[in-house]
């Protein structure tokens, strides 16, 4: 029996020290995270098929400029022997007295070098290109999306570590406050639904630190998945990065960065130019297209015809006359195409007036309520110490202590979220600038 339990201890220190070890620590800074992210984000990877996407299409734009070579040939064989009227010089021989054919060979090459074709190979390379350069600004315009996202998951983390030190530290308390006053009751130094109330406390703040680890777990699982690491992994945040954004400029400042720097602005930007070629495009399909052509034909008829070097070299005009009766339909759809992008244009720039200046407030706001927090961290402390005093000396009962307790851990607690939000906040801002980057 004695040798069982001795196995039965060694294997649960295996499995413990087995999962200590599978629980990997990383410490991450902001900007790391950040990179990490923006390195195993999925939506990039599609973004990246769009530029691959984007760039084949500019590639069978620039292939209509180059020559066409077709080459064919065939083979026929004849089963039964055809009918062969060959007129020459207004004689003619029937098949009666005709060779006997049973196969036929055929081979044939046709060049063809586009010479004009109204300006819609021009058109269409060149707005092939607008589209690559817009797809890559989309690309860059997700990446700005993605830092902001990761570092708001940062931030959930933070706020979720910080609020579990702060509850541990006040139950470490809270415990010992309750150790005292058990003495004191079984002294005599204090009622029992006193001594109740102050359990009750200790029980409410073991709550509180459950939802906290609770929401902690859940924030860094989030973290693990948008960072691309294995799920086990408890990452530890730098509490640095809550001191960014110290100096806020005019909000006119921010508004002129978003101008210069949204990346949507400026892939809509390129969209349009390619609009715009797309409408000359439309219109060039009502000119004819020029080509120079050239060939070569050999057949052999065994027993009846052979034809080699048959060389031909000469210019094509091509023309679609139902043109001349049928509406433009891509034109119409190309001229839409340009409206829609002038009114989303608009609606763009008047949506990132309208991000920056709600950013801007928000982090003025939420500068300002570090601040308020804070006083109101100091209050509830020194309330607390007051009120602690009064307790130790007969004046305030054992409710106000224990209120008084609750109130400073709030207090505490809402100045570390606030200032956590006070980063995040300016975080925000430079993102709806387009200046949000890695460091």
Do not use: C
């Not at 200590?20 to 999925?42: C, F, P, R, W």
């Not at 209509?64 to 064919?72: A, D, F, I, N, T």
């Amino acid at each position: 029996m004695k040798r069982i339990n001795n196995s039965v201890i060694a294997l649960s220190l295996f499995v413990g020290i087995a999962n200590a070890n599978a629980q990997e620590k990383k410490n991450l800074s902001l900007d790391e995270a950040v990179q990490l992210g923006i390195q195993n984000s999925k939506n990039l990877k599609i973004d990246a098929a769009k530029i691959e996407e984007a760039t084949a299409d500019l590639l069978e734009a620039k292939n209509r400029q180059l020559p066409e070579l077709k080459v064919s040939g065939s083979y026929m064989y004849l089963p039964i022997k055809p009918n062969v009227d060959i007129k020459l010089g207004g004689s003619a021989s029937g098949a009666a007295g005709g060779p006997e054919i049973h196969q036929v060979v055929y081979g044939s090459a046709n060049l063809s070098v586009p010479i004009y074709s109204g300006g819609r190979i021009k058109y269409g390379i060149q707005s092939a290109k607008y589209l690559v350069e817009a797809s890559k600004l989309s690309t860059e315009n997700d990446k700005t999306a993605i830092a902001y996202n990761v570092a708001q998951a940062y931030n959930n983390l933070f706020k979720a570590n910080q609020s579990i030190k702060v509850f541990e530290e006040n139950l470490n308390a809270s415990q010992k406050r309750d150790e005292t006053f058990l003495k004191m009751e079984n002294n005599g130094l204090i009622a029992r639904n006193d001594r109740l109330k102050a359990n009750l406390q200790t029980s409410n703040i073991e709550l509180q630190l459950l939802e906290a680890k609770n929401n902690y777990n859940i924030a860094n699982i989030n973290m693990d998945l948008l960072l691309g690491l294995p799920e086990t992994t408890e990452i530890e945040v730098d509490q640095n990065y809550i001191e960014e954004g110290s100096e806020v400029k005019p909000v006119d400042f921010y508004v002129n960065e978003a101008r210069e720097n949204r990346k949507d602005l400026q892939a809509l930007v390129q969209q349009r130019k390619a609009a715009e070629l797309g409408t000359k495009a439309a219109k060039a399909e009502n000119l004819p297209s020029i080509a120079f052509t050239g060939g070569y034909v050999a057949a052999d008829i065994p027993k009846f015809l052979t034809v080699y070097n048959a060389i031909n070299v000469g210019v094509g005009i091509s023309y679609n006359l139902s043109n001349i009766w049928k509406e433009n339909s891509s034109l119409r759809q190309s001229q839409a195409r340009e409206k829609q992008l002038a009114a989303t244009d608009e609606l763009l720039n008047d949506n990132i007036k309208l991000d920056v200046n709600r950013e801007y407030q928000n982090t003025d706001f939420s500068k300002k309520r570090i601040a308020v927090f804070e006083k109101s961290a100091e209050q509830a402390n020194e309330n607390f110490r007051i009120t602690k005093n009064k307790y130790d000396n007969g004046l305030a009962t054992m409710t106000e202590l224990l209120d008084a307790d609750a109130a400073q851990i709030a207090a505490n607690v809402g100045v570390i979220n606030a200032k956590a939000d006070a980063a995040l906040a300016y975080r925000k801002l430079l993102q709806t600038t387009g200046t949000l980057t890695i460091k």
